[in-house]
């Protein structure tokens, strides 16, 4: 052949391959940069193509580095250098880099696409700046444990997508800010869940603005600042809270009466300021466990009567003028603490018999004159300085206390061991070098810290959030709970590595980040931060021969990766610019009255419909026809007009989204048809109102019919049906739906089942059109426990991700157990029972009782076998959706014929007429507690 064609065909080949993994230069640029002048970067960030070659602690989609993640590796840097430029980033966790001495430049705001960023730990300084208020994707904003300085920037307020916000334990100063007629305030995020404010210098009255009841707060953490003022009576309108932390201010005036309103509240510490007025009525906090209102001016006051009438389990009111007798039913059993020190109690103290084990009573300081001695009791009691106990009264009592000896979780049952420097014993008996931290608690309902349930449960929590996303975690030990003179509780914690003796730095950054980020529900406790120590023995790149091989061929190809990567740059601007011309907002469309006129979607079958049609047929939206509700808003039964009966979603206030969106979304649902598909009737857009009308699933979720919260039994052939039918509708989105879809948030919750027990895969609202990198923004979604590994490594979704998710919930079928369960991992928990056996039968351990012995139960082997393959670590080992189908097919023929039956026959629709109440759609189910729903974004969902 000429070989100026040869020289042709390879240019061109060349071009593909450097098409294909070549990093956007100006993302090369920066990062290239961060390495000449950061120090202790890893040394693995070699070469010029950081997304191709996979540098540690970043991920890109489509050439742009969108996730960034080096926490708790050691960086050192004066500044954060070009970052604000990598345009496309939607993560940044620099987490626990004691190094980083930067200011936050107000360029920080070019990082228009950011949904989480994560400082926590560093030494970060100067103001914040006030740009920080476009971050307008921002969902989680942790800036805690700097040395940030000035005041709270108002443009927060505009960061209306913001789940959590934390500024503590800086050196914050003025007041609160708050919106008013030309500025935006903290009251304007009403998708907040989390305002942690604490330890910094803040001032002024806590503005009663600041509070209302379309916000969604859950925690409000102010506690040592220099707030002054009355308590407003707005917070009792927020009744989501869980926690309110107001502590050591200068807070001063009577408790407003409505706090007791907050009847989600667990929490609630007013203690250290200068509240007066009577001592406030909790009655109706029924949720209250922990209370602590020490040292404060209430007029003076006999125990209070929702001391017993609450199962209170902490009550510290330390010098708040209490006096009388303690009534003897204070002391119900689920009491741990009871601190009523440096008050005027006095009369008989009778404990009586029923009081819980390693109870701890101080009465320190008060006028107690008798006490009734029962023999044996167990508990930590201080009645020094009271008359009981002076004058030669030496009952044991006065004297004795029970020394608080801290524990470890788990207790080390290991031989002695000694292992080599650096290494310490694992609870699994091996030497490794451990990443060591403190896991800090802003609050905690309860007080006995030797009650090894709450050691026990957030073990099991991180092992499990560490396991879900399979991060080389073999073990962690917990030891030395403490409170430290914030009342925080914090305990130590050490992660041992399960691969090698060293974690590398990818796994230390993705544990820091698992652990700050929160996202795995944790009874018990409050928010946390993390702190680390740093880590020693980060294992050293030796540099390979391979390595250099590669580097001279690379260099070889130097000049057409410059001309290659210029001309993708090139096409990339342009792509940009077509694109930024066609995302022309539709601007008469998103007009309130305009759903007629401009620019109506597209749509094939789905239809407009009135709000007044939507609003009669669920009468006026009320409580009886709810029959969901979710982060988006709820979810109504109704019969439209036309007899159709329809489940319709409406978006909340707050979790509306532009018109363009909206736009996109109810064009993409209309174009899916399919029998395994749920359908989309028909939308609703006016009078500022989204709603979407779906079709009625009138069986509810596989889930709720698998834990037998609803009332069909499913056999194993019916299980077979579902697995097949949910098959075939994510199949059909991938490759049907033109264009393709990807679901991204399959699980158990969104399989719903009609009267025919046919199954329909619904919820699409994180899904994603394939391909359209418009969405690049879209920040991690989906459900602990389904989530794919990987795309929680990459941020990038393909429809392996889908796969994945969908071999959780074929493991499901099979269990009929949360894929995450008192702490274990359904997928690991399936391994090991078929490791332990050297055989998928060893099953029969986890498999579902409800389905009978596994002999009976003819293509078991071959269904788990399937669904292992579908969450292997890796995408590219997993089956498509296709496949996954005929292989089901498959194993449906051959239990039909192991049972001599005729396949038609025994998929007949027996069930017609079972019409099942509990309705959970379209995910989101708030009632299923354990299945770990975490809102990893939902509450952003629409
Ligand atoms: C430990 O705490 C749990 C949860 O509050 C409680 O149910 C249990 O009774 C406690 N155990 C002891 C020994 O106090």
């Given at each position: 052949?000429?070989?100026?064609?040869?020289?042709?065909?390879?240019?061109?080949?060349?071009?593909?391959?450097?098409?294909?993994?070549?990093?956007?230069?100006?993302?090369?640029?920066?990062?290239?940069?961060?390495?000449?002048?950061?120090?202790?970067?890893?040394?693995?960030?070699?070469?010029?193509?950081?997304?191709?070659?996979?540098?540690?602690?970043?991920?890109?989609?489509?050439?742009?580095?969108?996730?960034?993640?080096?926490?708790?590796?050691?960086?050192?840097?004066?500044?954060?250098?070009?970052?604000?430029?990598?345009?496309?980033?939607?993560?940044?966790?620099?987490?626990?880099?004691?190094?980083?001495?930067?200011?936050?430049?107000?360029?920080?705001?070019?990082?228009?696409?950011?949904?989480?960023?994560?400082?926590?730990?560093?030494?970060?300084?100067?103001?914040?700046?006030?740009?920080?208020?476009?971050?307008?994707?921002?969902?989680?904003?942790?800036?805690?444990?700097?040395?940030?300085?000035?005041?709270?920037?108002?443009?927060?307020?505009?960061?209306?997508?913001?789940?959590?916000?934390?500024?503590?334990?800086?050196?914050?100063?003025?007041?609160?800010?708050?919106?008013?007629?030309?500025?935006?305030?903290?009251?304007?995020?009403?998708?907040?869940?989390?305002?942690?404010?604490?330890?910094?210098?803040?001032?002024?009255?806590?503005?009663?603005?600041?509070?209302?009841?379309?916000?969604?707060?859950?925690?409000?953490?102010?506690?040592?600042?220099?707030?002054?003022?009355?308590?407003?009576?707005?917070?009792?309108?927020?009744?989501?809270?869980?926690?309110?932390?107001?502590?050591?201010n200068s807070l001063s005036g009577t408790v407003p009466q409505n706090l007791s309103d907050l009847k989600s509240v667990t929490e609630l510490y007013l203690s250290n300021n200068k509240l007066s007025g009577p001592v406030p009525n909790l009655l109706g906090m029924s949720s209250l466990f922990y209370v602590d209102m020490s040292?404060?001016?209430?007029?003076?006051?006999?125990?209070?009567?929702?001391?017993?009438?609450?199962?209170?389990?902490?009550?510290?009111?330390?010098?708040?003028?209490?006096?009388?007798?303690?009534?003897?039913?204070?002391?119900?059993?689920?009491?741990?603490?009871?601190?009523?020190?440096?008050?005027?109690?006095?009369?008989?103290?009778?404990?009586?018999?029923?009081?819980?084990?390693?109870?701890?009573?101080?009465?320190?300081?008060?006028?107690?004159?008798?006490?009734?001695?029962?023999?044996?009791?167990?508990?930590?009691?201080?009645?020094?300085?009271?008359?009981?106990?002076?004058?030669?009264?030496?009952?044991?009592?006065?004297?004795?206390?029970?020394?608080?000896?801290?524990?470890?979780?788990?207790?080390?049952?290991?031989?002695?061991?000694?292992?080599?420097?650096?290494?310490?014993?694992?609870?699994?008996?091996?030497?490794?070098?451990?990443?060591?931290?403190?896991?800090?608690?802003?609050?905690?309902?309860?007080?006995?810290?030797?009650?090894?349930?709450?050691?026990?449960?957030?073990?099991?929590?991180?092992?499990?959030?560490?396991?879900?996303?399979?991060?080389?975690?073999?073990?962690?030990?917990?030891?030395?709970?403490?409170?430290?003179?914030?009342?925080?509780?914090?305990?130590?914690?050490?992660?041992?590595?399960?691969?090698?003796?060293?974690?590398?730095?990818?796994?230390?950054?993705?544990?820091?980040?698992?652990?700050?980020?929160?996202?795995?529900?944790?009874?018990?406790?409050?928010?946390?931060?993390?702190l680390d120590e740093n880590y020693c023995c980060f294992p050293e790149n030796k540099s390979s021969n391979s390595g250099i091989v590669i580097g001279s061929v690379v260099g070889g190809f130097v000049i057409l990766l410059l001309i290659a990567s210029a001309v993708t740059y090139g096409i990339y601007q342009k792509r940009q610019?077509?694109?930024?011309?066609?995302?022309?907002?539709?601007?008469?469309?998103?007009?309130?009255?305009?759903?007629?006129?401009?620019?109506?979607?597209?749509?094939?079958?789905?239809?407009?419909?009135?709000?007044?049609?939507?609003?009669?047929?669920?009468?006026?939206?009320?409580?009886?026809?709810?029959?969901?509700?979710?982060?988006?808003?709820?979810?109504?039964?109704?019969?439209?007009?036309?007899?159709?009966?329809?489940?319709?979603?409406?978006?909340?206030?707050?979790?509306?989204?532009?018109?363009?969106?909206?736009?996109?979304?109810?064009?993409?649902?209309?174009?899916?048809?399919?029998?395994?598909?749920?359908?989309?009737?028909?939308?609703?857009?006016?009078?500022?109102?989204?709603?979407?009308?779906?079709?009625?699933?009138?069986?509810?979720?596989?889930?709720?019919?698998?834990?037998?919260?609803?009332?069909?039994?499913?056999?194993?052939?019916?299980?077979?049906?579902?697995?097949?039918?949910?098959?075939?509708?994510?199949?059909?989105?991938?490759?049907?739906?033109?264009?393709?879809?990807?679901?991204?948030d399959i699980k158990s919750s969104n399989i719903l089942l009609d009267d025919h027990l046919t199954a329909k895969v619904a919820d699409f609202g994180l899904s994603k059109l394939l391909g359209d990198d418009s969405n690049i923004s879209t920040q991690i979604q989906g459900t602990i426990g389904y989530m794919d590994p990987e795309?929680?490594?990459?941020?990038?979704?393909?429809?392996?991700?889908?796969?994945?998710?969908?071999?959780?919930?074929?493991?499901?079928?099979?269990?009929?157990?949360?894929?995450?369960?008192?702490?274990?991992?359904?997928?690991?928990?399936?391994?090991?029972?078929?490791?332990?056996?050297?055989?998928?039968?060893?099953?029969?351990?986890?498999?579902?009782?409800?389905?009978?012995?596994?002999?009976?139960?003819?293509?078991?082997?071959?269904?788990?076998?399937?669904?292992?393959?579908?969450?292997?670590?890796?995408?590219?080992?997993?089956?498509?959706?296709?496949?996954?189908?005929?292989?089901?097919?498959?194993?449906?023929?051959?239990?039909?014929?192991?049972?001599?039956?005729?396949?038609?026959?025994?998929?007949?629709?027996?069930?017609?007429?079972?019409?099942?109440?509990?309705?959970?759609?379209?995910?989101?189910?708030?009632?299923?507690?354990?299945?770990?729903?975490?809102?990893?974004?939902?509450?952003?969902?629409?």
């Amino acid at each position: 052949m000429d070989s100026r064609i040869w020289l042709w065909v390879m240019i061109i080949c060349t071009q593909i391959v450097l098409i294909a993994t070549v990093t956007d230069p100006n993302d090369v640029a920066v990062l290239s940069a961060l390495k000449s002048s950061w120090k202790n970067l890893p040394r693995k960030w070699k070469g010029s193509d950081p997304c191709g070659r996979k540098w540690e602690g970043i991920n890109c989609t489509n050439s742009r580095v969108t996730t960034l993640i080096l926490a708790g590796i050691g960086v050192r840097t004066n500044g954060i250098g070009d970052i604000p430029s990598l345009s496309m980033l939607q993560y940044l966790d620099l987490s626990n880099n004691k190094g980083i001495r930067a200011i936050l430049p107000p360029s920080i705001q070019n990082l228009k696409n950011l949904t989480t960023l994560i400082l926590v730990g560093c030494s970060f300084r100067g103001p914040i700046p006030d740009s920080i208020g476009s971050l307008k994707q921002l969902v989680f904003l942790g800036l805690n444990n700097n040395s940030f300085i000035g005041s709270i920037p108002p443009s927060i307020g505009n960061l209306t997508n913001l789940s959590w916000l934390d500024l503590s334990q800086n050196q914050l100063t003025g007041s609160i800010p708050v919106s008013n007629a030309t500025s935006p305030g903290l009251d304007n995020l009403l998708k907040a869940k989390h305002f942690h404010l604490a330890n910094n210098r803040l001032s002024g009255p806590i503005p009663p603005k600041l509070f209302n009841s379309n916000m969604s707060l859950i925690h409000v953490i102010v506690n040592n600042n220099q707030l002054s003022g009355t308590i407003p009576s707005t917070i009792g309108t927020v009744k989501t809270l869980e926690v309110v932390r107001l502590d050591s201010n200068s807070l001063s005036g009577t408790v407003p009466q409505n706090l007791s309103d907050l009847k989600s509240v667990t929490e609630l510490y007013l203690s250290n300021n200068k509240l007066s007025g009577p001592v406030p009525n909790l009655l109706g906090m029924s949720s209250l466990f922990y209370v602590d209102m020490s040292n404060n001016s209430f007029d003076k006051s006999d125990i209070p009567t929702w001391f017993t009438r609450l199962s209170l389990n902490t009550i510290l009111m330390e010098n708040t003028q209490l006096q009388g007798e303690i009534p003897s039913d204070v002391f119900h059993p689920q009491l741990e603490s009871l601190v009523l020190s440096n008050n005027n109690l006095n009369g008989t103290l009778d404990i009586g018999n029923s009081y819980s084990t390693n109870l701890i009573v101080d009465l320190k300081n008060n006028s107690i004159a008798n006490f009734v001695q029962n023999s044996g009791y167990n508990l930590s009691l201080n009645i020094d300085n009271n008359p009981i106990c002076e004058g030669g009264s030496t009952g044991r009592y006065c004297t004795t206390r029970k020394p608080y000896v801290p524990i470890t979780l788990p207790s080390n049952r290991c031989p002695p061991v000694k292992c080599g420097s650096s290494k310490v014993v694992s609870p699994n008996c091996k030497c490794k070098i451990p990443y060591t931290g403190t896991v800090l608690f802003y609050s905690h309902s309860f007080s006995n810290l030797d009650n090894t349930t709450y050691y026990t449960t957030l073990h099991n929590t991180l092992m499990s959030a560490f396991q879900s996303i399979q991060l080389p975690v073999d073990s962690i030990s917990l030891s030395n709970a403490t409170l430290d003179e914030y009342n925080y509780l914090q305990y130590r914690l050490h992660i041992f590595p399960s691969s090698q003796d060293y974690f590398n730095r990818s796994s230390v950054a993705s544990i820091g980040t698992v652990i700050n980020r929160q996202l795995f529900p944790l009874p018990f406790y409050g928010p946390l931060f993390f702190l680390d120590e740093n880590y020693c023995c980060f294992p050293e790149n030796k540099s390979s021969n391979s390595g250099i091989v590669i580097g001279s061929v690379v260099g070889g190809f130097v000049i057409l990766l410059l001309i290659a990567s210029a001309v993708t740059y090139g096409i990339y601007q342009k792509r940009q610019a077509t694109k930024a011309k066609q995302n022309t907002p539709f601007a008469t469309w998103g007009l309130d009255n305009g759903s007629e006129a401009g620019d109506v979607p597209q749509l094939k079958e789905a239809r407009w419909c009135s709000f007044e049609e939507l609003r009669r047929c669920t009468d006026n939206f009320s409580e009886d026809n709810m029959i969901g509700s979710g982060g988006y808003g709820k979810v109504y039964k109704g019969t439209l007009d036309t007899g159709h009966v329809v489940a319709i979603k409406r978006a909340q206030q707050g979790s509306l989204q532009g018109a363009q969106q909206f736009k996109n979304e109810i064009e993409k649902l209309s174009r899916v048809h399919h029998k395994n598909v749920v359908a989309l009737v028909g939308f609703c857009y006016e009078k500022g109102e989204q709603m979407l009308v779906y079709e009625y699933i009138s069986n509810g979720t596989l889930r709720d019919n698998l834990t037998g919260e609803a009332r069909i039994k499913l056999d194993w052939m019916k299980r077979l049906k579902i697995a097949l039918d949910s098959a075939k509708g994510v199949t059909y989105l991938h490759e049907h739906a033109d264009p393709p879809i990807l679901h991204r948030d399959i699980k158990s919750s969104n399989i719903l089942l009609d009267d025919h027990l046919t199954a329909k895969v619904a919820d699409f609202g994180l899904s994603k059109l394939l391909g359209d990198d418009s969405n690049i923004s879209t920040q991690i979604q989906g459900t602990i426990g389904y989530m794919d590994p990987e795309y929680f490594e990459t941020h990038r979704v393909t429809e392996k991700s889908d796969v994945y998710s969908f071999g959780v919930v074929l493991l499901e079928l099979v269990t009929a157990r949360s894929p995450i369960k008192n702490g274990k991992y359904i997928v690991i928990e399936v391994q090991d029972a078929i490791d332990k056996s050297g055989h998928p039968n060893g099953l029969y351990t986890v498999l579902d009782p409800a389905l009978g012995s596994f002999q009976t139960l003819p293509g078991l082997t071959k269904f788990v076998d399937l669904a292992m393959s579908c969450v292997e670590k890796l995408g590219v080992d997993r089956p498509k959706m296709g496949e996954v189908v005929r292989e089901i097919e498959n194993i449906i023929d051959l239990a039909v014929l192991s049972t001599g039956g005729d396949s038609s026959l025994t998929f007949s629709s027996q069930n017609t007429g079972i019409v099942g109440d509990l309705y959970h759609p379209y995910g989101d189910s708030v009632s299923d507690a354990s299945s770990l729903t975490v809102p990893f974004e939902t509450e952003l969902r629409r």
